[in-house]
């Protein structure tokens, strides 16, 4: 198994920003695609934004302009920049990587967006 370990969730005013970080922790393996994913209450986990080894992302349509998702290859490390935040961007962000044949997920890290 490997180990996905997120941080940098918090409270922030509409408007602000933060920035998440996902390492994947002793992992032997090479990643392939590394995204984020959220999930609000009463609501179904959601894709954010994936990017790929080689660097080519994915956004969803509610948070284009306004993420950017970004990876560091040889500390096997994806992050999330949230500028511009919104307060229906509060939920639950979780990191996940896929490798050949398996996949990781973190365990998720806060995101409040309120005033």
């Known amino acids: 198994q490997v180990q996905l370990v997120e941080s940098g969730g918090g409270l922030v005013q509409p408007g602000g920003s933060l920035r998440l970080s996902c390492a994947a922790s002793r992992s032997t393996f090479s990643i392939l695609n590394m995204g984020w994913y959220r999930q609000a209450p009463g609501k179904q986990r959601e894709l954010v934004a994936t990017?790929?080894?080689?660097?080519?992302?994915n956004y969803a349509d509610s948070v284009k302009g306004r993420f950017t998702i970004s990876r560091d290859n040889a500390e096997k490390t994806v992050y999330l920049q949230m500028n511009s935040l919104k307060p229906e961007d509060t939920a639950v962000y979780y990191c996940n990587a896929q490798f050949r044949s398996f996949a990781s997920w973190g365990q998720g890290t806060q995101v409040t967006v309120s005033s």
């Open positions: 990017i790929s080894s080689d660097g080519n992302t």
